[in-house]
C-alpha cells in the first residue's frame, strides 16, 4: 500500500511517520478509550501483573527520567504472550478486552509489514514475527494533571523500542528536536510511528530515535494515548542494516524496558 511505503520511507529517512488505520481499528480504539472509565478498581486491583508489565498499573508507577517525576497518568499493559495466563479471569470477557485483543491482532501485522518496508529501503531480508515480543499500552491521564505545575505530563525520552505506534485522544504529544517541541497532529484515523533506540541500533545509526514528551495540559481535561511498543524476537539472529554484522539487542531491549521502572523481560 502507497501510505505504508510513505511512512517506511519517512521513518528512514527521520524516525517519524504517520500511518492510516482502518475503519475496523478505529471503532476498536474507541472501544478502548471509551471503555476505560468503566473498569472498576476491584478489576484493575485483581488483573495487575508487576512481573509481567501486564495488566493494570496505578498512578505514577511509571517514569521516563526519574523515578522522583513519574509519569502523570495510570496504564493498561496487554502482551499476547501472557494471554494464556489470563483465561481463568472474567474480565478477558470484557468489551474492553476484547477491542484490545482484536486492536493489537491488526496493529501487529501493521507493524511487521512497516518493518518489512523499512528493512527493504536498506536492502535487508525482513525481520521474522516480532508479535510475541511487542505489547499494547494505553495511558490514562487524569484530567488532575493538569494541576500539576509540571511542564511535562510524561518527560522528553525515547522509547526504546524498534518502533512505537501511538494514537492519543487529543493534543499534548510532541516530538523534541534540538531545543524545539513540535507538536504531533494526527487525523482521526492517523496514528503516529517514531522510531526507537533498538532502530537506531539495528540500523547502524542510520535512523534517529523520535525523542517525545506529552504537555502538561493547560485547563483541567482528561487524555488517553494507545501505544503499540514493537520489539524484535529474541530469538531472531539479526543483522545490522549497514554494516551488515550480527548484532544481539536482547540485553538493550531490556535495559530499556527497565529504565522505565518496569521489571526486566522473562522470555529474554
Ligand atoms: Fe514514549
Redesign the pocket.
Known amino acids: 500500500m502507497t501510505h505504508i511505503k510513505t511512512c517506511c520511507e519517512s521513518i528512514a529517512r527521520s524516525g517519524f511517520g504517520t500511518l492510516q488505520i482502518s475503519d475496523a481499528m478505529l471503532q476498536d480504539y474507541r472501544k478502548i478509550v471509551h471503555g476505560y472509565s468503566a473498569i472498576s478498581q476491584a478489576t484493575k486491583a485483581s488483573f495487575s501483573f508487576v512481573q509481567d508489565t501486564d495488566g493494570f498499573f496505578p498512578f505514577g508507577a511509571e517514569y ?1 527520567l526519574s523515578e522522583e517525576h513519574p509519569d502523570l497518568c495510570e496504564r493498561f499493559c496487554y502482551w499476547p504472550v501472557h494471554a494464556s495466563k489470563r483465561t481463568a479471569f472474567e474480565f478477558i470477557r470484557s468489551d474492553f478486552f476484547s477491542a484490545v485483543d482484536t486492536f493489537e491482532r491488526q496493529i501487529s501485522e501493521l507493524a511487521q509489514e512497516l518493518m518489512d518496508g523499512i528493512c527493504a529501503e536498506f536492502g535487508v531480508p525482513p525481520l521474522a514475527s516480532m508479535r510475541l515480543a511487542s505489547y499494547m499500552q494505553l495511558c490514562v491521564y487524569d484530567a488532575q494533571a493538569a494541576s500539576s505545575d509540571r511542564r511535562f505530563a ?1 518527560d522528553p ?1 525515547e ?1 526504546g523500542h524498534l518502533l ?1 505506534f501511538i494514537k492519543p485522544n487529543r493534543e499534548g504529544l510532541v516530538l523534541v528536536r534540538g531545543g524545539s517541541l513540535e507538536p504531533v497532529r494526527l487525523l482521526e484515523s492517523e496514528v503516529a510511528v517514531l522510531a526507537g533506540s533498538l532502530l537506531t541500533e539495528l540500523s547502524d545509526y542510520a535512523i534517529p530515535a523520535a525523542y ?1 514528551a506529552v504537555l502538561t495540559p493547560r485547563k483541567p481535561v482528561a487524555r488517553s494515548s494507545l501505544i503499540y511498543f514493537v520489539n524484535p524476537c529474541p530469538d531472531q539472529v539479526l543483522t545490522g542494516f549497514c554494516r551488515r554484522q550480527a548484532i544481539n539487542l536482547n540485553r538493550t531491549v531490556n535495559a530499556r524496558h527497565t529504565s522505565f521502572g518496569n521489571q526486566p523481560i522473562q522470555l529474554l
Open positions: 521516563s510524561q525520552h522509547d512505537s517525545h
